[in-house]
């Protein structure tokens, strides 16, 4: 009796890590197109490059530009949201000026061409800044609405494991003849003999 109850405990917490593996998974794939986030892509790279002179830090700022505050920024016309080209900080980011290049040459560490893309894709997006996550309350994750034939879905659990197996070309989307777990043994190992 003990043991049984063992046992259906372990089998809960395996079925649950590979639930959190396949949904990590997935989000990881879907955040290479997508725009960059703020608090997950910007923040951190303004943080490393630029926040030391153009942060919080009133005594250390520099040429009274924040660009931790998006008032600030956009009325500095530092970020002309939705034109990358014509923000003063994309300028700055790729001049090949010395004098005009940010951060000033020996006085920062560079950002990377691909720190750059990431900003010019999200001043195009609008510039939309967050509150920093610590301050954030957290949300449940977007339930997607899925459904496939011989996959019994009847908790918000499922329908996570479900999306990201049809993601991932394991379920069928839509019709098909029999269950996804066949569908799916039969594309890994071959029809049965
Ligand atoms: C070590 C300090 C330092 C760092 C780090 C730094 N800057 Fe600057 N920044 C300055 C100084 C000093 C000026 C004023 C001189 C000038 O305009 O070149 C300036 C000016 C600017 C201006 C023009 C402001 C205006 O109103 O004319 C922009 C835009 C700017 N920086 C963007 C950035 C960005 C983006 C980063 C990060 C990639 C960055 N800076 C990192 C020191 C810094």
């Known amino acids: 009796m003990r043991e049984d109850s063992c046992r259906r405990r372990f089998h809960f917490l395996v079925f649950l890590s590979v639930a959190f593996f396949l949904g990590a998974s997935s989000r990881g794939h879907c955040s290479d197109e997508a725009i960059p986030g703020f608090n997950r892509d910007i923040r951190p790279l303004l943080a490393k490059h ?3 002179c153009h942060g919080p ?7 009274d530009l924040r660009l931790d505050d998006r008032e600030v920024a956009v009325s500095a ?26 951060p000033p040459p020996g006085k920062g560490d560079p950002m990377p061409k691909e720190g750059m893309e990431k900003v010019r894709q999200w001043i195009e997006s609008g510039a939309g800044y967050e ?18 034939p011989g ?43």
């Open 50 to 52: 630029c926040f030391a």
């Open 57 to 63: 830090d009133a005594a250390k700022r520099k040429a």
């Open 77 to 102: 016309g530092a970020i002309k949201p939705g034109h990358a080209e014509d923000s003063e900080i994309w300028r700055r980011l790729t001049s090949t000026d010395q004098e005009e290049i940010m």
């Open 131 to 148: 509150r920093h996550w610590a301050f954030l309350p957290p949300r449940d994750p977007k339930i997607p609405d899925v459904a496939a």
């Open 151 to 193: 996959f019994l879905v009847r908790s918000p659990v499922d329908s996570l494991v479900l999306d990201s197996l049809i993601q991932k070309g394991l379920a069928p989307a839509s019709g098909g003849a029999g269950s996804p777990l066949c569908s799916v043994v039969s594309s890994r190992v071959g029809p049965p003999r």
